[in-house]
């Protein structure tokens, strides 16, 4: 059974801070990863896919990667309240179509 | 431009019943997916379809059956709904040949409830 485990939180940082999210995933021969983040009440909606050991920078959103520790992270620099949600790591199964989901870690940035 | 759709938007059954969840995208992907959603268990895999024609198991198969009926729609069937059953739904779909290389794309979601 491949897995893809996160901290569940609720992780709760102050307005202006760094939040910095985990991740880590059972199978070695996965090569795409990706973070979602789901509003409540809403759909999941993708902000990050990583595909090479090391860092990626989107904006505010950096992601990192790290294959030999199997290791997926998520850091969001100068929070805002309107990043409170949940953020769910993704890693797509060696060979196949399937997209394995970890139970999402819930964020809330406080003003 | 509507992305993927799925009907209904909530909907209420008695332990027995059957119903039909639909799903239709409209960015001509090839790849679609049923999951379901329950507290504290993430996104899981029910069914999906990496083409038009071919349909698989994914992680919670049991008690549902799949119809892709064309490359637009992909629907989930529960035969005879359990309370176990009770989840919130989502459909999604991707183009694994695409710029957007496995992006998965989620339509509003279902919330069944099964008294």
């Known amino acids: 059974q491949k897995e893809v485990e996160q901290n569940s939180g609720p992780l709760s940082v102050p307005e202006g801070a760094i939040a910095s999210l985990n991740c880590t995933y059972s199978d070695r021969g996965s090569q795409s990863f990706f973070w979602y983040r789901q509003y409540s009440g809403k759909s999941p909606e993708l902000i990050m896919s990583i595909y090479s050991n090391g860092d990626k920078e989107d904006g505010r959103f950096t992601a990192q990667l790290n294959k030999a520790s199997q290791y997926v992270s998520l850091l969001i620099r100068d929070s805002q309240p309107s990043d409170s949600a949940t953020y769910l790591c993704?890693?797509?199964?060696?060979?196949?179509?399937?997209?394995?989901f970890g139970a999402g870690t819930r964020l809330f940035v406080k003003a | 431009n509507a992305g993927v759709t799925q009907t209904p938007k909530f909907q209420v059954l008695k332990t027995g019943q059957s119903m039909t969840l639909q799903c239709a995208q409209d960015?001509?992907?090839?790849?679609m997916y049923w999951y379901r959603q329950d507290p504290g268990m993430g996104l899981r895999l029910i069914y999906y379809s990496a083409s038009e024609g071919t349909t698989d198991k994914g992680e919670v198969p049991n008690g549902y059956n799949v119809s892709r009926l064309n490359k637009r729609e992909f629907s989930l069937r529960l035969e005879s709904a359990a309370p176990s059953q009770t989840s919130v739904y989502f459909c999604?779909?991707?183009?694994?040949?695409?710029?957007?290389?496995?992006?998965?794309?989620f339509g509003p979601g279902t919330r069944l409830l099964v008294l």
């Open positions: 999604a779909s991707s183009d694994p040949f695409g710029t957007a290389q496995e992006t998965q794309y």
């Open positions: 960015m001509n992907h090839n790849s």
């Open positions: 993704a890693v797509l199964i060696t060979g196949g179509f399937k997209t394995i």
